[in-house]
C-alpha cells in the first residue's frame, strides 16, 4: 500500500445528501447482483446474438442500461477490490488475483454500515482475507466450485449440496426474508462464481441449446496482424488453450454426486459421442470448440438468469422493489470467440466493457440507456451518496447517481484509465491506457509499442493507427492525456 500521503492523490470526497428525491423519503434499499466474467455482449438487453436473458432483460427494461461502463483493471481479485474501495488497483494494493485484500481499508459497505446500513455479502468473494464491513456474509473458498460448494461465513463454514448458482440465491433470498432487521435499510451484495471459467451448467440447463447452433463472431479467427505481439503469443484461444476434459467436457467433472453425475452423463455423452465417432481438425475443430464453449458459457447464463427471476419475485412478495434500487453487473467483461479467444484481461472492447443495469424505480427512467462512460471505480461513491453517508468516502470515482437522475454530472469525464499488471496467467502482457467515447490508446511498456483504434469506424479493433502518419496528433494528445490521468490518479507508469 502507498502511504497516506500519496494515497490521497486523485481522490474526490463524496457528496452526500442529495439521494432524498420524489418516491424516496426513506433511504433505498441496495441490492448488487455481481457477476463473474460475464460479458455485456451475452446479454439481450445489450443486443446478444446468443438469443434472451430474459429476466436481466427485465431490469433493462424497467430501468437503465449503460452503454459505456468499463472496468479499470479486467481480472477478478482487482476488480472486486476497485469495486470495493472506489480506489484503482496501485492504491488499493491488489495489482492481480495472488495480491490479498487489506480489509482494514476504507470500503462502501464499511461506510454504509456506519451509516446504519445493514450489510450482507454472499458467493464469490475471491480476495483471500476475510470479509470486512459485512454483518452477515457466507462466500466461496477461493474461486469454488460449480456444485457442492462450502460456504465460510463469520461463525465458521457449512457444506451444501446442489448447484452453487441456486444454493447462493437461496441463502441470499433466506437473509432478505427471514435473517435482517426489517427496520433497516440493507445492502445485499448476491455475487455468482457464474459464468467463471470452466462454465459447468445447472442442472436444470444442460439440455439447453441442444439444437441451436449460435453465430461464429466475426474475428473467431483474427490474425492480429497489426497489434502488439502478445496478441499473438498468449494462451487464451479457442483453436489451441482450451482443455479437453476441463473445459470442452470430453469427460464429467469431478466432485458430482451420483445423481448429478447420471443427469451430467445422459446431457454430454450423446454429444461426445457424436464427436467421436467424427473429430474435426483444423479450422472446423476450432468451430466445434467455440460451439461447446459458447453454449456452456450461455448455459450458465441461463441458469443465472432463472435466479435473477427468483430475486425479482422474492422482492415484489415482500413489497421491497419499489424502495430497492437493484443493480446488475458483472466484475469485468470476457471473449466469447471475439478475436479467437476466451478470458479477458486485454483492454480490448470485450473485456474492458462491463454490463451495467439499474433499476431505481420512480427515479430511473424504464428502458432507458445512458452513453457517459463510467466505471467500477465509480461504484463506492454512487452507494456513499445513495445512502446519504453523513461524512462520504474519499473514492477516485465519481458518483452517477445524476446519471440515474438524467440530470447532467458537474465534472465531466471524456476518459476512463486501465492499467493491467499481471504477467505470466495466459500470457497476456502487462499493458495501460486511457479509452475516450470515440478513441482507444495502449501502451504495451514491456516491447515499447503502442496501438491506436478509431472505436466509430473500427469498433473490433482490428486497424492498429498509432504508426500512421494521419494520426500522430491525436497520438500526442491521447499519450498527453494517458500521462494526465496516470498523475492525477498517482500512479507511476513504466
Known sequence: M???????????????????????????????????????????????????????????????????????????GPARAVTLTGQHSHINGVRDNRGTFDGSQATFPKALAKAGYETALFGKWHLKSTPTG??????????????NPLLINENGQEKHRGYTTRIVTDRALEWLQKGRNPKKPFLLMLQHKAPHRNWQPGPEELLLFDNVAFPYPATLFDDWATRNRG???????????????????????????????????????????????????????????????AKDYMRCIMGVDAQVGRVLAALDAA??????????????????????????????????????LVRWPGVVTAGSSDDHLVQNLDFAATFCELAEVPDGMQTQGQSFVPLLRNIEPSEGRDAIYYRYFEKGEHNVPPHHGIRTRSHKLIRYPDEDFTELFDLESDPSELRNLAADEEHQALRRDLESKLKALAAKFGDRLP
Not at 137 to 145: D, K, N, S
Not at 321 to 336: A, C, E, P, R
Open 134 to 147: 459485512f454483518a452477515h456474509f457466507e462466500v466461496l473458498r477461493g474461486q469454488g466450485p460449480y456444485y
Open 2 to 76: 502507498l502511504g497516506a500521503s500519496l494515497a490521497l492523490i486523485g481522490l474526490g470526497v463524496v457528496p452526500v445528501g442529495a439521494a432524498t428525491g420524489e418516491g424516496n423519503a426513506q433511504r433505498p434499499n441496495i441490492l448488487m447482483i455481481y457477476m463473474d466474467d460475464h460479458a455485456a455482449q451475452t446479454i439481450g438487453a445489450y443486443g446478444s446474438a446468443f438469443g434472451p436473458t430474459p429476466n436481466i432483460d427485465a431490469i433493462a427494461a424497467a430501468g437503465m442500461r449503460f452503454d459505456r461502463a468499463f472496468c479499470s483493471n479486467s481480472i477478478c
Open 231 to 293: 496478441c499473438r503469443d498468449q494462451e487464451m484461444s479457442i483453436a489451441h488453450h482450451l482443455r479437453d476434459n476441463y473445459d470442452l467436457k470430453l469427460a464429467a467433472p469431478r466432485g458430482l454426486d451420483p445423481e448429478q453425475l447420471k443427469a451430467w452423463n445422459a446431457a454430454y455423452e450423446p454429444r461426445n459421442k457424436l464427436f467421436r465417432a467424427n473429430p474435426p481438425t483444423g479450422e472446423a475443430r476450432t468451430r466445434w470448440n467455440f460451439q461447446r464453449y
Open 319 to 356: 413489497q421491497l422493489s419499489q424502495n430497492t434500487i437493484l443493480i446488475y453487473t458483472s466484475d469485468q467483461g470476457f471473449y466469447v470467440g471475439e478475436h479467437g479467444w476466451y478470458d479477458k484481461r486485454w483492454m480490448y472492447e470485450e473485456s474492458l466493457k462491463v454490463p451495467l
